[in-house]
């Protein structure tokens, strides 16, 4: 069964420094990977995700993230960060013989500092 | 263009009161999926379904159920609600496989007192 582990559950930045969230999975198969973005007081918006092909995916906002299949990662990077950014971000996996199901991380809350 | 539709978006119940947490989609989609969030702990998945008329639990389905007798339906009941109970759920939807990602509703916060 996939489980996914977020290690950080904040992460404090000032404004315009990069960032990187980390997210590592744990799966015996082939996988898909998403990062979502909570705003507060929101539900879950998609960030980006990995299907197939290149490692190193965009997706909305200007963050990506990069798949890296060695270390079972899915880390989740932005050069410069925005006020706008301040939000709980998940992490989560869905194997491709589960017919979807997906499992999230724990989350990892980002503060922006101006 | 409604996407996942849930409701109610707030509700307060007392301990032992049912209530049922309405989620409707018009995209088609074939999965169908409960979660709730508590602080700290991310979002659980409660029960899934693949298709009308099957359903399967998920991580945390003690104390809930559902059904799925239309594509575009899936409700979740509380048949007898308890403090543990008390938690923010969402409801989100994909294809299979899950090529666009989940779609979600906005959420209910339920309050068990």
């Known amino acids: 069964a996939q489980s996914v582990t977020q290690l950080d559950s904040q992460v404090p930045v000032f404004e315009e420094a990069p960032v990187e969230l980390r997210c590592n999975y744990s799966s015996s198969v082939s996988v898909y990977l998403f990062w979502y973005v909570q705003y507060p007081n929101q539900g879950l918006q998609l960030l980006l995700k990995?299907?197939?092909?290149?490692?190193l995916v965009k997706g909305i906002n200007g963050f990506e993230a990069e798949f890296n299949k060695s270390q079972t990662s899915f880390h989740l990077r932005k050069p410069s960060v925005h006020i706008s950014d301040t939000a709980e971000y998940f992490c989560a996996v869905s194997e491709y013989s589960s017919a979807s199901k997906i499992i999230f991380g724990s989350g990892t809350r980002l503060s922006i500092r101006p | 263009n409604a996407g996942v539709t849930q409701t109610p978006k707030f509700q307060v119940l007392k301990t032992g009161q049912s209530m049922t947490l309405q989620c409707a989609q018009d995209?088609?989609?074939?999965?169908m999926s409960w979660y709730r969030q508590d602080p700290g702990m991310g979002l659980r998945l409660i029960h899934y379904?693949?298709?009308?008329?099957?359903?399967d639990q998920g991580e945390v389905p003690n104390g809930y159920n559902v059904s799925r007798s239309t594509t575009e339906d899936f409700p979740l009941r509380l048949l007898s609600a308890a403090p543990s109970q008390t938690s923010v759920y969402f409801c989100?939807?994909?294809?299979?496989?899950?090529?666009?990602?989940?779609?979600f509703g906005s959420g209910t916060r339920l309050t068990v007192v």
């Open positions: 990995y299907l197939s092909g290149s490692t």
């Open positions: 379904s693949v298709g009308a008329g099957i359903t």
């Open positions: 989100a939807s994909t294809e299979i496989p899950p090529g666009n990602g989940y779609t």
């Open positions: 995209m088609n989609h074939e999965y």
